[in-house]
């Protein structure tokens, strides 16, 4: 039976991850994480202080795994659910950097594959149409812009304590941008083939809906 696989690709803050849980949801796909792998990998070399020149013999223990845990993805480093440690904005940055390491993404490509031969999925990262999953059946970039993307972290963090200003929050927006787009391995770039949907003015609700409309009229 073949299965069906969605890319959804583009910037940091975009939404991609939280509409591709939504769309997903409701089309009754799995939902791969892809930035969480990445991200994973980055809390495995930051807490391990691991050099560069070590990351790639280092990652044979790294243990970087998805699982579902009661309907939900979670990410695991080894037998520890780090699903919200990762999301802290220096995890973000350090991600940024060492997913254009070659050794890196070696690691988690397989393992992305594998999900897709296997599952009807929605996929969502910088590279997954144009590199990780090239003949998907959908491919979107989704995108919207750097001050929305934000301002939409901003009211994310406003809660916590430590939550940085928006101006900070928007250089590193910017700066994360510069470094997906100029990085040699798989830069962060709209595939030819994929339908741009700019969610700036849009709900979460409304982007997901604009989604699965693309998805639809590409699948019957």
Do not use: W
Not at 107 to 136: C, H, S, W
Not at 204 to 211: C, M
Request: aromatic residues 6%; charged residues 30%; negative net charge.
């Amino acid at each position: 039976m073949k299965t069906i696989n969605i890319a959804i690709d583009g910037p940091a803050g975009a939404g991609k991850s939280t509409i591709a849980k939504m769309v997903s949801a409701r089309l009754g796909y799995i939902y791969v994480d892809t930035g969480a792998l990445y991200r994973t990998v980055a809390l495995y070399i930051t807490e391990n202080n691991i050099a560069d020149e070590d990351i790639e013999k280092s990652l044979a223990d790294a243990d970087v795994s998805l699982r579902f845990v009661d309907g939900a993805q979670r990410v695991f480093l080894g037998d520890r659910d780090v699903s919200e440690l990762i999301r802290t904005p220096a995890i973000s940055m350090a991600a940024s950097r060492t997913s254009a390491i070659p050794a890196v993404r070696a690691y988690l490509f397989e393992t992305q594959q594998k999900i897709a031969r296997e599952n009807n999925i929605i996929m969502d990262g910088r590279d997954i149409g144009t590199v990780v999953l090239p003949n998907a059946d959908v491919k979107i970039f989704l995108t919207a812009s750097a001050e929305e993307r934000a301002n939409r972290r901003y009211k994310e963090l406003a809660e916590k304590p430590d939550c940085p200003p928006y101006e900070e929050i928007l250089k590193d927006i910017i700066q994360r941008d510069y470094q997906d787009m100029h990085r040699e391995i798989a830069p962060l770039r709209q595939a030819e083939d994929a339908v741009l949907v700019d969610t700036t003015k849009l709900s979460l609700e409304e982007s997901a809906e604009a989604i699965i409309r693309v998805i639809e009229s590409k699948t019957g």
